[in-house]
């Protein structure tokens, strides 16, 4: 399975952004997806995921400003990213729990993508 991310760039404070990642591969159905994110010098975070029955999660500080869609028919998530903050400046990271056509799950991860929001 390989997910492709797009969307990262540069970004004054207020602005939006928004990420998308398509997964490809050998995929009988998707669990979850998600985004996360990792600022220099911090441990990676969940910045938000969705399951396939549509229920969604967000961290704290992006509650209300970030939006998370996904389309499981075709592999894809979004993050739609509004009223930027220079807090979030980071790699964001795809991530997704693919149920593979043998029945075994595995989880899987994108290339990063920077997102830099100035200030």
């Known amino acids: 399975v390989q997910l492709q991310a797009f969307g990262g760039g540069l970004v004054q404070a207020g602005g939006s952004l928004r990420l998308s990642c398509a997964a490809s591969g050998s995929i009988f159905s998707i669990n979850t997806m998600g985004w996360y994110r990792q600022a220099p010098g911090k441990q990676r975070e969940l910045v938000a995921a969705?399951?396939?029955?549509?229920?969604?999660q967000y961290v704290d500080s992006v509650k209300g400003r970030f939006t998370i869609s996904g389309d499981t028919a075709k592999n894809t998530v979004a993050l739609q990213m509004n009223s930027l903050k220079p807090e979030d400046t980071a790699v964001y990271y795809c991530n997704v729990d693919v149920l593979h056509y043998s029945g075994s799950s595995m989880n899987y991860w994108g290339k990063g993508t920077l997102v830099t929001v100035s200030s």
């Open positions: 969705m399951t396939s029955g549509g229920t969604t």
